[in-house]
């Protein structure tokens, strides 16, 4: 069963996403978890994840936070955007898009997002909160992880370059800027300058490379709210009612029940 996980996107990724351009996605590495890589030959691939205090190994996809198969809802900078701030109103009919209910302000308005305003368009009664704050249910944009791998961040390909949503661009003065170097911009724009040794481009740390494509909304969980069944407990589920362990969706139930 398929986890819902949250995932953050500025601006620009965001706008990449909704253009088709963005499909795969490069998250830095834990610096104590990359030191515990056991490495082929060259330092090209990674085998296994060894845990030093125990020797478990592990295929290092196995503890990455997303897993091909889950779920993902983007979380980015959104505000709430009343009717009548627009001239418009859901008694008449005028906005067709405006279907939610602001309980707090009991307004009815629309959610607007950062990524699709025009550039210096502020709200004029709320102020853009940042994605971290977003909850899932305003979410508009989702994924579906299709692949995980592990990767040093230089192994980038000018096509891999181009599906994080960088395809180059022309300077003032008409010199052109590949799409790996316009991914080398990006990746250390997103790194606090005080890690910029263990994290930055030029430090070639090893990363997650995760891929995924859209997806629609998931249908909400029809065990929301249900504890999963346990000894003896008749289960609500499919199988037998009396058995020693959960059905197969109480079990589901019981392994999503830590979704944020």
């Not at 398929?2 to 996107?9: A, D, N, T």
């Not at 025009?118 to 992880?145: C, F, N, Q, Y």
């Not at 300077?171 to 930055?200: L, Q």
Request: aromatic share 10%.
């Amino acid at each position: 069963m398929s986890r819902v996980l949250p995932i953050l996107y500025n601006g620009g990724m965001v706008r990449a996403i909704l253009e088709d351009r963005k499909t795969v996605t490069r998250r830095k590495i834990d610096i104590d978890t990359a030191n515990q890589f056991d490495v082929e030959h060259g330092g090209k691939s990674v085998v296994a994840y060894i845990n030093q205090e125990t020797g478990d190994s592990y295929d290092p996809k196995e503890i990455c936070r997303y897993q091909p198969g889950d779920i993902l809802y983007v979380r980015e900078t959104f505000c709430f955007c009343p009717c009548w701030d627009c001239g418009l109103s859901t008694e008449d009919g005028s906005c067709a898009e405006s279907k939610v209910y602001n309980a707090k302000r009991a307004e009815w308005g629309c959610w607007c997002y950062r990524a699709s305003c025009d550039a210096g368009e502020e709200p004029s009664v709320d102020t853009w909160h940042p994605s971290i704050h977003m909850p899932k249910e305003i979410a508009r944009i989702w994924l579906k992880v299709t692949d995980v791998r592990v990767e040093r961040l230089q192994d980038i390909t000018e096509e891999q370059a181009k599906a994080e949503g960088c395809g180059g661009y022309q300077t003032e003065w008409k010199f052109s800027v590949s799409p790996c170097c316009h991914f080398m911009e990006v990746w250390d724009s997103t790194v606090n300058k005080r890690d910029a040794d263990r994290y930055g481009w030029v430090a070639n740390p090893w990363v997650w490379v995760i891929e995924f494509e859209r997806c629609g909304k998931p249908e909400p969980c029809i065990m929301k709210g249900i504890e999963p069944a346990e000894d003896k407990r008749p289960c609500i589920g499919y199988g037998d009612a009396w058995a020693d362990e959960p059905c197969e969706m109480c079990k589901g139930c019981a392994s999503c029940s830590g979704n944020v």
